[in-house]
């Protein structure tokens, strides 16, 4: 489980269509959406995302609507998930059996970040 980054999607504008992106699935990045590669040793990847086309012809859109949350169940798309995620991602770290005084960067199993590696949601619109 990924810490939540924020809780709403990240709209963003002036992607180029074709262009490949890693979307952040730790939640750890300070550069989200995109992976900064903070995730080494969390058991976190990226996914490759190449920006598409409008449906209707292929050419540029205007405006993405990206998960920061990290719980989407279509990536790297928002669906919404953020709506009931506090109650979600709390009773999971309350429920969580793992030693979080043992954890040095991320526990996987309930999103338990240490206080000096939280993450502060940093929106960012470059991709690099």
């Known amino acids: ?10 709209n963003l504008r002036g992607l180029e269509t074709g262009r490949v992106l890693r979307w952040c699935t730790c939640g750890l990045s300070k550069s989200q959406p995109w992976c900064d590669n903070s995730h080494i040793g969390t058991g976190f990847k990226p996914l490759k995302w190449t920006v598409p086309g409008t449906r209707k012809d292929g050419g540029d859109q205007h405006m993405y609507s990206i998960c920061a949350c990290k719980y989407t169940k279509d990536p790297p798309y928002c669906d919404a998930t953020h709506i009931h995620l506090p109650l979600i991602y709390h009773k999971a770290m309350q ?10 960067k991320l526990c996987t199993a309930c999103g338990f970040c240490p206080p000096e590696t939280d993450p502060e949601p940093q929106v960012s619109i470059d991709a690099n």
């Open 1 to 10: 489980m990924p810490p939540h980054c924020q809780y709403g999607p990240s």
């Open 95 to 104: 429920e969580c059996k793992e030693d979080h005084s043992a954890v040095a």
